[in-house]
């Protein structure tokens, strides 16, 4: 592999954790491993803490204290996918939504409409 300068971060996001195993071993680079809503993440963090560089977690997951205990790991924690016709259960908007994901203290935010999440940080005056 050629190396990349060092302004360029590559991330290579997975869901299943032995494939990006085998990423991150013939590469190098950061991986991220996915998480949907029902997946085993404490159990991830424990098996997979030593290489992976985060986790990309539903964000439904966010109600939880995975962000917490990702973060207490050395780990990151993203969150998807957020979308301005497809708001959450319990959430009255997307821009209430996206408040209480950036609240969570997520690292990023998948979103599908990304005007209506970056005007939502700029209104929380949320560093990017």
């Known amino acids: 592999m050629s190396e990349l300068p060092p302004e360029v971060e590559v991330w290579v996001q997975c869901f ?3 494939a990006l195993r085998r990423v991150h071993e013939a590469t190098g680079l950061r991986c991220c ?11 991830a963090i424990a ?6 560089g985060g986790l990309v977690a539903a964000k439904s997951l966010l109600a939880g204290p995975i962000v917490e205990e990702a973060h207490a790991a050395g780990l990151r924690v993203d969150a998807y996918t957020f979308r301005d ?6 959430h009255a908007s997307i821009e209430a939504e996206l408040e209480w994901a950036l609240a969570s203290g997520a690292d990023a935010l998948f979103c599908d ?11 929380l005056a949320v560093a990017p």
Not at 47 to 52: E, F, G, Y
Not at 85 to 90: K, L, P
Not at 113 to 119: I, S
């Open 47 to 52: 098996r997979h803490r030593a290489w992976l």
């Open 33 to 43: 491993l996915g998480l949907d809503e029902d997946s085993d993440w404490r159990g």
């Open 85 to 90: 016709d497809r708001v959450g259960a319990g």
């Open 113 to 123: 409409f990304p005007a209506t999440a970056l005007a939502v940080r700029a209104r």
């Open 16 to 18: 299943d954790a032995d």
